[in-house]
């Protein structure tokens, strides 16, 4: 681990770029959920380091960790007014900017990394083009890891079995509550990132559809004690930045951000995924795991496919949702 992070700094500092020389030293803000201290965080970190020892300190990158700037939803809100120069962000930050990118999160039609990175590398030229119309740059792309269905004090086995059961879905995101009324007898809450743990702690929430990795830095995974092995879908993220800020820098300094922040989403890709599995290990070795059995799988996998079909020419337009459908296949 140590050495891949030390690779990514070699890579950084050695970029084939004039070195950035000014008396009054750039900052850009940027505000991420992550703890400091995070696979995210350590890969940040890197990447701070790199820009700082590659520019001789006149441009800096400032983290706010740990979700000082807000949910995803407010760092977002930043970047547009310029409180933020950027942000790291999973779909539900994306989906503030261009609610169409989500199609890579739908239920059940990507759940290996290969189907992924297919459809995103497809698909990219339309989001890069649609996110800059909204004022962002996205600099590099990232993931979050693969979802599992997590509970406290009961196995979730088929849909099913979350029926008056207390789950959530966050605010902005259009899928879950959609889900969630196909199962019936579910009234899932909304709530925001950070209003998940109190709800684990005091039993206003007892099921998660989350990463393993993502459950274990927040926090989630240490009140859950039950894990689904299916998986249900993916989580993507990514690095975006204000694109006003960007151009605003002058060209040297914009050549390193984007040449730099296109590493760090690179790092990100691969070490979160290693790290996500690795997450899944531990929480399957500590909770009670479940395995579906085939009609079991079946029942989720309907449930997935009639979510995708009331989405489609609703809440995604037809011709995206098309392409993510032909991407995955």
Sequence with gaps: ??????????????????????????????GTLAPPDSPWGQVFKVWKKGVE???????????????????????????????LDGAAITAIGLGQIYKQVLVLQ??????????????????KATFDTEFEKQGFKVLGWG???????????????????????????????????VMFSLIGDVTPKQVSVT??????TNGTINVV????LAAEQLQWAARLDNINSAVGGVGIGALVFS?????????????????????????LTTRIRREDDAAYAR?????????????????????????????????FNAQVFDDAVKFSQ
């Excluded at 050495?3 to 940027?30: M, T, Y």
């Excluded at 290969?114 to 698909?123: F, Y």
């Excluded at 309907?302 to 489609?312: E, G, I, P, S, V």
């Design 209 to 212: 559809v989350a990463p393993s």
């Design 106 to 123: 739908l239920p059940g039609l990507y759940r290996d990394w290969s189907k992924l990175d297919n459809a995103r590398n497809s698909m």
């Design 1 to 30: 681990m140590r050495r891949n992070l030390l690779f990514v700094l070699a890579v950084v500092a050695s970029l084939a770029l004039p070195r950035v020389a000014r008396a009054e030293p750039v900052v850009l803000k940027i």
């Design 195 to 200: 209003e998940i743990l109190p709800g684990l």
């Design 53 to 83: 020892d590659r520019s001789g300190g006149s441009l800096q990158l400032q983290f706010f960790w740990n979700a000082q700037q807000g949910d995803e939803s407010a760092m977002v809100g930043k970047i547009r007014t310029g409180q």
């Design 243 to 267: 694109s006003a800020k960007i151009k605003a820098l002058p060209a040297d300094a914009q050549a390193l951000l984007l040449e730099t922040g296109k590493l760090a989403g690179d790092a």
């Design 143 to 177: 993931d979050v890891g693969r979802a599992h269905v997590m509970s406290k004090g009961f196995a979730v086995k088929t849909p099913a079995d979350m029926k008056h059961k207390n789950t959530y879905y966050i605010a902005g995101d259009p899928v879950g509550p």
């Design 283 to 315: 929480l399957a070795g500590r909770m009670t795991k479940y395995d579906p059995n085939p009609a079991e799988q079946a029942e989720w996998m309907k449930l997935f496919a009639d979510t995708r079909a009331k989405l489609r020419g609703t809440v």
